[in-house]
C-alpha cells in the first residue's frame, strides 16, 4: 500500500512485501533486559533494562556521556551489548542486523547519500531489496511522492542534499527511514543541529508523524524540554544507568533521585543537613520526611518559592528582591537569602503590584521541593 | 560608546567587469599572477620550445621519425603498461587508503610513512633494486620462474616499476575523502537494508569516485613520464620493452635533436588528450551530484 498519511494507522503499515502478517505490523514493543556494553573497558552501559510500550514515543534524556547514545544503537543493532538482551515483542534480536530487525534509524549529522537526489536518498531502502521483495518502480516513486507529502517536502525529490536547509535535510532522512516501514523508528539527538525555531516545528512534525503512524518510537535528547514537551515517557539516564522511567509530569514532579531532579526542569539546589526530618542549609530550613538524618542536598523549584501573603504556616524564608524579570507568563524573580545565597522564584503578574522595589525585603513561602540523602 | 564616532571611509573597492568582478576574497590578481608567470617559466615555455623544435622539420621527416614502427611499438608500450599500473594502484592504492583509514594496528606509522617512499626514493636505485629483486636471479624473480612468469627485462618487468612508482597516487588522493566519509552514512545503509556490497558500490564508490580517478591519473601520467626506474627492469629491446622516454633519450645521445623533440611532441600530445579525457570525466561526475 502507498504511505499515505489520510489513512488509519494500521492500514498504511499494511505491505505487501517482507512483513506480510498484520501481527508483524502491530506496534512492537521494546524490551531491553540487563544491557552492558562497554568502551575500551569504560563502561558505557552498566545493567540497563528499559520496556518501550508498543506505540509509544520514548525520549531517552541524559548528559553526553550518560549512555543514551549507546542504548540507542544497541536496541538499533548498531552496537552490540557485551551481556544483555534486546527484545522485539517477544523475538530476541540481541545480535541481528539492524536492517533484519525491521529499524529505521535517523542519524544526528542526517547521514544522507550526497550524490543523490532526495527522491533517491528516500527510496534508497526499496531499491536495495531482492527479487519479490523490492516494489516496481512505479510503486516505489509513489511512496517516495507519499513520503514526501508526509514530511511536506512535495515539489523537492530531485534536489540534492546541499541544496537543502538542515531542517529540510532532517525532514529527509526521516522519510528514508521511514520508507522501509520500520517497526521501530529510532532517532540520535534529531533536533541538534538545527535553530530554535526549526527544531520547535519540526518537533511538532515528529509528534504528528508518530500519532499518524503509530511505529514505537525512541529518540535520544539532551534537552530536557524537548524531552517533556514531545514524549509519551521519558527514560532519564546518569552515566550508564537508566535514573528514572516515567511521564514527563511523573518525572517532573516525582524525581526519584538527586540527579533527575537536578537534570529535569529548573530547580534551586542545596547542599545541607538532615536532622530528625527537617533539611537545613544556611538560611532555609524545610521540612523533609521520611529522609535519613546525615548530609542531603534539596532541589527546591522555582514555583516552589511563593510570594507569602498573610498564611505564614509552614516553612518560608526571607530574603531581599535582586531582580525581577517579568517578560513571560509568569514574573521569574532572583532573591538574595540572608545567607547570601542567589535563588529563582516565580510570582504571578497579579502578585506584581505586592513587590517592593528592588533591593526590598520579601518572604517566600516554601511549598514543595525534594530532598534526596546524599550518596 | 565612542568607538563608533569614527566616520572615515573605508577604502574604496573598485568594480570590475565580467570575469574580473570583486570577489570577497582577496588576492585573485597576486596568485593568478604567480600561476602563470611559473606555469609559464616552468612548463609552458619549455613545452612549446620542444614543439617548436619539432616543427622545424619538413613534414614527411617529421612523420617518418614520429611514427616510425620502433616509436609507433615504444608509445603503445608506454600507454598500455601505464594504464596497467594505474590500474594496479588503482586497486592496491585504494586497499592501503582504506586500511590507513578505517583500522588500527601496529606498524600504521611505518606503513604510512612506506607509501610516500616511492616519491623520495631516487628512481634509479629504485629501478635497480627492483631489477635485483624481480631478476630470474633474484628473490621474487626466482619464485615467479617457478610458475613460468619472466618478471623482468620484459614488459612485466616495466609494469611493475611503474606500478612502484605510482603508488602514492592512489593512497593520498584518496585517503582524505575516505576520512571524510563518514561512517554513519554506512550505518545508514546498512540500516535500510543494503548489503556490504551495496553499500560499496551505491554509497561508498559513488563518493570516492572523482578523487580515485585522480589518483589514477596522476599513477597513469606519472608512470607515461617515468625513465629512471623502468630502464633496468625493461630490458630496452626495440620494438618490444623499450618504453617511449627511453628512444627520446636514445635520439638525443644520438645528437638527434629533431627525432628527440618530435617523438616527444607526440608524447606530449597524447598525454595531454588522456588527462584531458580523465579531467572531463571527473567535472562530468562532479556536476552530476551537485555539490
Known amino acids: 500500500m502507498p504511505y499515505d498519511p489520510e ?13 506480510s ?6 506496534p512492537v514493543e521494546i524490551r531491553a533486559a540487563g544491557i552492558c556494553k562497554s568502551f575500551a573497558r569504560h563502561p558505557a552501559l552498566n545493567d540497563v533494562s528499559l520496556d518501550v510500550r508498543p506505540g509509544e514515543l520514548l525520549a531517552l534524556l541524559g548528559p553526553s556521556g ?21 527484545l522485539f515483542d517477544e523475538t530476541d534480536v540481541t545480535f541481528a542486523a539492524a536492517a533484519a530487525r525491521g529499524v529505521g534509524f535517523v542519524f544526528q549529522q542526517y547521514a544522507l547519500f550526497r550524490h543523490m537526489t532526495v527522491a533517491q536518498n528516500i527510496s534508497f531502502g526499496l531499491d536495495v531489496r531482492k527479487g519479490g521483495a523490492r516494489p516496481d518502480k512505479a510503486e ?11 514530511v511536506e517536502l512535495e515539489g523537492l525529490g530531485g534536489r540534492h542534499p546541499a541544496q537543502l536547509s538542515g531542517g529540510q535535510r532532517q525532514r529527509v532522512a526521516l522519510a528514508r527511514a521511514l520508507a522501509v516501514e520500520p517497526r521501530v523508528l529510532l532517532l540520535d539527538e534529531p533536533f541538534g543541529a538545527l535553530d530554535a525555531t526549526v527544531r520547535k516545528s519540526l518537533r511538532r512534525e515528529l509528534r504528528r508523524i508518530h500519532d499518524a503512524t503509530g511505529v514505537t518510537t525512541v529518540f535520544v535528547t539532551h534537552d530536557q524540554e524537548e524531552a517533556l514537551e514531545l514524549a509519551d515517557r521519558v527514560a532519564v539516564m546518569s552515566r550508564g544507568q537508566l535514573e528514572q522511567v516515567g511521564t514527563p509530569a511523573e518525572v517532573y514532579a516525582h524525581p526519584s533521585s538527586a540527579f533527575v531532579a537536578g537534570f529535569v526542569g529548573d530547580a534551586n539546589r542545596f547542599c545541607g543537613q538532615m536532622l530528625h526530618g527537617r533539611f537545613t542549609s544556611g538560611a532555609l530550613s524545610v521540612s523533609a520526611p521520611g529522609v535519613a538524618d546525615g548530609a542531603a542536598e534539596a532541589f527546591i523549584r522555582p514555583h516552589h518559592f511563593e510570594m507569602a501573603t498573610d498564611d505564614l504556616s509552614g516553612d518560608s524564608v526571607t530574603a531581599r528582591l535582586e531582580r525581577l524579570v517579568a517578560n513571560g507568563p509568569y514574573a521569574r ?28 525585603e520579601i518572604v517566600l513561602k516554601i511549598t514543595g521541593g525534594h530532598v534526596f540523602a546524599s550518596a | 560608546m565612542a568607538g563608533f564616532a569614527s566616520t572615515r571611509p573605508l577604502g574604496r573597492v573598485k568594480r570590475g567587469e565580467g570575469w574580473l568582478r570583486r570577489s570577497a576574497i582577496p588576492g585573485f590578481g597576486l596568485t593568478f599572477g604567480v600561476t602563470a608567470t611559473v606555469l609559464s617559466l616552468v612548463v609552458l615555455i619549455p613545452l612549446s620550445a620542444v614543439a617548436a623544435r619539432a616543427l622545424t622539420l619538413s613534414p614527411d621527416a617529421f612523420l617518418k621519425v614520429a611514427f616510425s614502427v620502433r616509436a609507433v611499438d615504444a608509445y603503445w608500450l608506454s600507454i598500455w603498461t601505464s594504464l596497467i599500473a594505474a590500474s594496479l594502484n588503482g586497486v592496491f592504492g585504494l586497499a592501503i587508503a582504506w586500511a590507513l583509514v578505517r583500522y588500527r594496528f601496529p606498524g600504521k606509522m611505518a606503513l604510512n610513512a612506506v607509501v610516500d617512499l616511492p616519491f623520495a626514493l631516487p ?22 620462474e617457478k610458475v613460468g612468469i619472466k618478471a623482468a627485462y620484459n614488459p612485466v618487468g616495466i609494469v611493475i616499476a611503474l606500478t612502484f612508482v605510482g603508488v602514492p597516487f592512489v593512497v593520498r588522493t584518496v585517503e582524505p575523502i575516505l576520512k571524510d566519509l563518514a561512517a554513519d552514512v554506512e550505518e545508514a545503509s546498512a540500516s535500510l537494508g543494503a548489503s556490504r556490497l551495496q553499500t560499496l558500490v551505491r554509497v561508498v564508490a559513488p563518493g570516492l ?9 596522476m599513477a597513469f601520467a606519472r ?3 617515468e625513465y629512471g626506474s623502468v630502464i633496468f627492469i625493461a630490458g630496452n629491446m626495440p620494438y618490444r620493452s623499450e618504453i617511449a622516454p627511453l628512444l627520446i633519450t636514445i635520439q638525443l645521445e644520438q645528437f638527434d635533436y629533431g627525432a628527440a623533440s618530435a617523438i616527444a611532441l607526440v608524447m606530449l600530445l597524447i598525454s595531454f588528450a588522456m588527462l584531458l579525457v580523465i579531467n572531463a570525466t571527473q567535472a562530468w561526475m562532479k556536476r552530476s551530484r551537485v555539490r
Open chain 2, 209 to 217: 569516485a572523482p578523487a580515485w580517478l585522480t589518483g589514477f591519473a
Open chain 2, 223 to 225: 608512470g607515461i613520464g
Open chain 1, 21 to 26: 502478517s498484520d501481527a508483524a505490523r502491530a
Open chain 1, 140 to 150: 516505489r516513486a509513489r511512496r517516495v511522492e507519499a513520503l514526501l507529502k508526509l
Open chain 1, 333 to 360: 524573580l532572583e532573591a538574595r537569602l540572608t545567607d547570601g545565597r542567589i535563588v529563582d522564584a516565580i510570582a504571578s503578574h497579579a502578585q506584581l503590584g505586592d513587590l517592593p522595589p528592588a533591593g526590598g
Open chain 1, 66 to 86: 550518560s549512555g543514551k547514545t549507546t542504548l540507542l544503537r544497541v536496541i538499533a543493532g548498531l552496537e552490540f551489548p557485551e551481556d544483555g538482551q534486546i
Open chain 1, 7 to 19: 489513512l488509519p494507522s494500521e492500514a498504511q503499515f499494511m505491505t505487501s512485501s517482507a512483513h
Open chain 2, 123 to 144: 628512481t634509479a636505485v629504485a629501478g635497480i633494486a627492483l631489477a635485483t629483486l624481480y631478476a630470474n636471479t633474484g628473490l621474487v624473480g626466482a619464485l615467479l
